[in-house]
């Protein structure tokens, strides 16, 4: 059984600080890998995805994959309170982008304390 | 630009009956993904849909099944519910031609509760 594993937090992480969320994978041919905020009692909304080694970076978000560890992060710099959410790590299964079967973690509770 | 839809917000069904639920993709998308996500869970990948074919399945029973029509919105269909699918019901919509069809955008989600 292919999985995606996080710490269920919370995380709690002071307001202007960095939270780093961190991210495992089973399956070594995972190719696709994205980072999805919810809100309480929301969807989750696409925030970052990433296809290559290394970091990428979008406003005060970052990336950040290694696939030799097998393992996916996310930075938000600057953290405001309106980021407090759970952020949910997905992957890809099928290692290949043209069809999809993605698999979740169970995500990680984020806390931005004023 | 229009995102992705589902109908309805909320339903209550009891078991052993039959739900039907309904998702438009965002404009200028092809495929869409249904998950279920149970409360304090990631979502869960049930199945996708492209050219009206379903195209991937993930471990969920034949009791759910799915559609797409020609314009590319979608169906998915729970037959002799359970209590265990209680759940809030996601669309994901992409495109096919982009190459990506990994890259989902969710739409607001249906949550169903079965008494």
């Known amino acids: 059984q292919k999985e995606v594993e996080q710490n269920s937090g919370p995380l709690s992480v002071p307001e202007g600080a960095i939270a780093s969320l961190n991210c495992t994978y089973s399956?070594?041919?995972?190719?696709?890998f994205f980072w999805y905020r919810q809100y309480s009692g929301k969807s989750p909304e696409l925030i970052m995805f990433?296809?290559?080694?290394g970091d990428k970076e979008d406003g005060r978000f970052t990336a950040q994959l290694n696939k030799a560890s097998q393992y996916v992060s996310l930075l938000i710099r600057d953290s405001q309170p309106s980021d407090s959410a759970t952020y949910l790590c997905?992957?890809?299964?099928?290692?290949?982008?043209?069809?999809?079967?993605?698999?979740f973690g169970s995500g990680t509770r984020l806390s931005i304390r004023p | 630009d229009a995102g992705v839809t589902q109908s309805p917000t909320h339903l209550i069904k009891t078991r052993g009956q039959q739900v039907t639920l309904r998702c438009s993709p965002k404009?200028?998308?092809?495929?869409v993904s249904w998950y279920q996500q149970a409360l304090g869970q990631g979502p869960q990948f049930i199945f996708q849909y492209y050219e009206e074919e379903e195209r991937q399945r993930g471990n969920f029973p034949d009791r759910f099944s799915g559609h797409q029509f020609p314009n590319y919105s979608s169906e998915l269909n729970v037959n002799a519910l359970l209590l265990g699918d209680s759940a809030l019901y996601l669309c994901a919509s992409s495109l096919y031609a982009s190459g990506r069809t990994d890259t989902q955008y969710f739409g607001p989600g249906t949550r169903l509760t079965v008494l």
């Open positions: 997905a992957v890809n299964d099928l290692g290949w982008s043209s069809a999809s079967k993605i698999i």
């Open positions: 990433i296809y290559s080694n």
């Open positions: 399956d070594r041919g995972s190719q696709s």
């Open positions: 404009s200028g998308h092809d495929t």
